[in-house]
Every structure is written in structure tokens, then in C-alpha cells.
């Protein structure tokens, strides 16, 4: 009696989505931790509200790093999606004006994938029947590029963007809640590392890392990046 063994493969498909949420929150969560840390090293000797101080200078830095991010993201989707459309353009030109050539590439290509020659001609053949079939298959197979969405550049911006504000705000907001800046940098530094474990600790896990290593690894990087903010902030406002 035979048994079937049904074999599930998991692989990771890495959505558009993720790969903005990553960018925005792993910035969003080290780059203003690290700007309030300088900051109150600097203002230590200051006789001013040093936690508002604090607050205003984050929240500028928020705001100003989403709509940079943000942006970055919407020329990165937009530069993609006219690349792409460039090409497509020129491989419709290629298969009207030289069809030989292109001809010869496809089957250069089925002759690397180990097809015969007599399968080459007959894939060929089909394939030439239909030019948009044909431009697609050369656009996936020989430049390894897919039709990008539309509106993907708007979205990339967006999902940047607010994943960059809410990672930023998570070590601003102690600040709200103490008078001391020096006790708001120390929660500041239990919840950001905490958050920036937790952060490192998903995402390596979603691309196959080992997880409790890689969101050590983010953990010490956001740790690295404020103490050098701090320690830069002293040594300038000390002389």
C-alpha cells in the first residue's frame, strides 16, 4: 500500500509592506532615542525646562524624519515603477523591430535552463504568437524584473512615514510623564532597547535569522547609537 506524503514548503514571502515597516520603525525607534540622549546631555547645565526642550526638539526631529523618509520611499517606488515602464517600452520596440534577436535570446536562455534544441524551437514558436506574452516573459525572465504596483510609491511613502512617527514617539514619550530629563532618558532606555529587542527580535525571525541574536544585535545598534549621541553632547557642552 503506497502512502502520499504531503510535503508544505514555508518560505518567506517578503511583502512590500514589511520591508517599509522595517525601514520606518528601525529609524523611527533609534534615530530620535538617540537625538533625545544627546540632547540631555547637553542641556544638563541649563537653567530651562529641559524635558519640554526635549519634547519640542523630538518632535521637530519626528517630523521632519518621517516626510524625509517618506519621501525616500516615494522616489524609490516611483524611480522602480518608471525603470520598469522604460524597459517594457523597449523590449516592445525590440520585439516589432528586431524579432530575430530577441528570438535568440529566448532561446539562448531555455538552452541555460537545459531544454533541447527542438523544444527550444517549439517554446519559441509559441511564445512568438503573442508579443505581449512574449514582452513579459523577457522583461521576468531575462531583465528579472515584475510589473510593480501602480500606487506603490504613494503607499511606500505613507507606510514609511507613520512607521517612522509611532517608532519615534515610543522613546519621546517618557519624557511627557517626568520633569527630570535624566529620568526620562533612563526610561527612555528601558522601553526603546526593550522595543528595539522585541523589533529585532520579530523581524529576524521573519527572514530566517536567529531571533534572540538578531534583536540583540538591534538592541546594541539603537544602544551604540544613543551613548554616541551622549557622549559627543558632553564632551562639546563641557568645553
Not at 547637553?42 to 529641559?50: G, L
Not at 531555455?110 to 503573442?130: I, N, P, R
Not at 511613502?157 to 514619550?173: D, E, K, R, T
Amino acid at each position: 500500500m503506497s502512502q502520499t506524503h504531503s510535503h508544505s514548503e514555508q518560505h518567506l514571502e517578503s511583502s512590500d509592506l514589511l520591508k517599509d515597516i522595517v525601514i520606518g520603525m528601525s529609524d523611527g525607534l533609534t534615530v530620535p532615542f538617540a537625538l533625545a540622549a544627546g540632547m540631555v546631555s547637553a542641556v544638563k547645565n541649563v537653567e530651562i525646562d529641559q524635558t519640554r526642550l526635549i519634547i519640542l526638539a523630538g518632535i521637530a526631529e519626528i517630523a521632519a524624519g518621517s516626510i524625509a523618509m517618506g519621501l525616500g520611499g516615494y522616489l524609490a517606488g516611483k524611480t522602480e515603477a518608471d525603470h520598469y515602464e522604460s524597459e517594457l517600452k523597449r523590449e516592445y520596440y525590440e520585439v516589432e523591430h528586431l524579432p530575430e534577436v530577441e528570438k535568440a535570446e529566448v532561446k539562448e536562455l531555455f538552452a541555460e535552463w537545459g531544454l533541447s534544441e527542438e523544444v527550444q524551437e517549439k517554446a519559441v514558436t509559441e511564445l512568438m504568437k503573442d508579443n505581449d506574452q512574449w514582452v513579459n516573459f523577457m522583461m521576468r525572465h531575462e531583465l528579472g524584473l515584475s510589473k510593480p504596483d501602480p500606487k506603490r510609491a504613494s503607499k511606500s511613502a505613507f507606510n514609511i512615514g507613520v512607521s517612522y512617527i509611532i517608532g519615534g514617539l515610543i522613546p519621546l514619550s517618557p519624557y511627557f510623564f517626568v520633569k527630570d530629563a535624566l529620568s526620562g532618558l533612563e526610561l527612555s532606555a528601558i522601553i526603546t532597547l526593550l522595543c528595539l529587542f522585541v523589533f529585532g527580535y520579530f523581524k529576524s525571525k521573519l527572514t530566517g535569522i536567529h531571533p534572540i541574536a538578531g534583536g540583540i544585535k538591534v538592541m546594541l545598534i539603537g544602544a551604540a547609537a544613543a551613548a554616541t549621541a551622549f557622549g559627543i553632547a558632553r564632551l562639546i557642552s563641557d568645553k
